[in-house]
């Protein structure tokens, strides 16, 4: 009974853990990420990046990303404000410090959406997330679904294919990922994304009753 209860304490006293999913372009992050951030309003809280791309049609600066100029961003970087960087598709994209540490700070699970030179940053990092795999079920369909999005130049989509197909590759690579999940039917994969976090998630809510 002292050890269920001591272990319940140590467990919330840890906090959320964060998690990272990471996956292709057009594989279904954000799609998978916003129905997360809807079902749990006051659970999870996305890590806001920076980037040095132009917003899409319906992209809100400080919710979608913050969106910045190039020498902006690279000042920051130069200031160690992020957590990581990297270069994907011709743009920086970052995690800085504060998108984390306000999630934080509000006992939310931090949510980061990362490439893959992202996912091998914040492994060098003692924020310890759960990483999570999104993969696409083939390029074929990868590449109907970035093309049917209509976000992207066709050079850029190229670009993003080419992305693709390492980041498939390297996502093989064991231990990398605690979760691959293959978003062929969207509901499906949604189930398993909540399964995988369904411990987190009560974490946040016992700490809430507490
Ligand atoms: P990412 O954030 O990984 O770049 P998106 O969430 O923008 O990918 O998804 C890419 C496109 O594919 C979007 O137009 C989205 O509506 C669509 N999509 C996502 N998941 C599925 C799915 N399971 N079946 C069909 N279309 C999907
Ligand atoms: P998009 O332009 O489609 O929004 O994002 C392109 C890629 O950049 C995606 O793979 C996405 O996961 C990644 N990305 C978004 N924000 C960050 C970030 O802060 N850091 C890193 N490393 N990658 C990011």
């Known amino acids: 009974m002292y050890v269920r209860f001591f ?18 372009s057009g594989a279904g992050k954000s799609t998978l990420l916003k129905m997360l951030l809807k079902e749990h309003d006051g659970v999870f809280g996305f890590s806001v990046s920076h980037t040095t791309r132009k917003p899409r049609p319906g992209e ?16 920051g970087i130069n200031n160690g404000d992020f957590i990581e960087s990297a270069e994907f598709s011709e743009n ?10 306000d ?26 997330p759960i990483y ?18 209509k976000t992207e130049s066709e050079e850029s989509l ?10 498939m590759e390297i996502s093989k690579e064991p231990g990398l990922f605690d979760v691959v999940i293959v978003n062929d039917h969207l509901d499906e994969a949604y189930g398993r994304l909540k399964g995988a976090l369904l411990e987190e998630i009560q974490k946040v809510k016992n700490a809430a009753k507490a």
């Open 7 to 24: 272990s319940r304490f140590l467990s919330v006293m840890a906090g959320p853990r964060p998690v990272v999913l990471s996956g292709p």
């Open 60 to 75: 809100k600066n400080g919710k979608d990303y913050h969106y910045v100029s190039r020498e902006v961003m690279q000042a």
């Open 103 to 128: 999630v934080q700070a509000r006992n939310l699970i931090c949510v980061l959406d990362i490439d893959m030179q992202g996912v091998k940053s914040m492994k060098r990092t003692d924020l310890q």
């Open 132 to 149: 999570i795999s999104i993969q696409p079920p083939s390029m074929d369909v990868l590449e109907s679904r970035l093309r049917e999005r």
């Open 158 to 167: 190229q670009k993003r294919l080419q992305a693709a197909f390492k980041d």
């Open 92 to 101: 920086l994209y970052g995690t800085s410090k504060a998108a984390v540490q």
